[in-house]
């Protein structure tokens, strides 16, 4: 059974930064797509990042330059360091893995970011 577990969310004043972590249960870890999505109170869930098996990276225009998605696939990890934190950014944040036929997604972890 496929696990995907995140880790590293909680309180941080506006501008603060946390980093988020998912540590996966996948056979072939490399071969995944690995992302980050998030859902805010009301609202959609959407993408934040994402990271290509070969290393290439997207993102929310909203995030871009303050946030930096990389992945470490000995450790079938893969991270979301987030800077220069904003209100905005208080979700629920979920890791997402997948590949041709397959897509697997975690529990999730709230990030809150507020004075």
């Known amino acids: 059974q496929v696990q995907l577990v995140e880790s590293g969310g909680g309180l941080v004043q506006p501008g603060g930064s946390l980093r988020l972590s998912c540590a996966a249960s996948?056979?072939?870890?490399?071969?995944?797509?690995m992302g980050w999505y998030r859902q805010a109170p009301g609202k959609q869930r959407e993408l934040v990042a994402r990271?290509?098996?070969?290393?290439?990276?997207d993102y929310v225009d909203s995030v871009k330059g303050r946030f930096t998605i990389t992945r470490d696939n000995a450790k079938k990890t893969v991270y979301l360091q987030m800077n220069s934190l904003k209100p905005e950014d208080t979700a629920v944040y979920y890791c997402?893995?997948?590949?041709?036929?397959?897509?697997?997604w975690g529990q999730g972890t709230q990030v809150t970011v507020s004075s």
């Open positions: 997402s893995a997948g590949v041709v036929g397959s897509a697997y």
């Open positions: 990271i290509g098996s070969g290393g290439s990276t």
């Open positions: 996948l056979s072939i870890f490399s071969i995944y797509a």
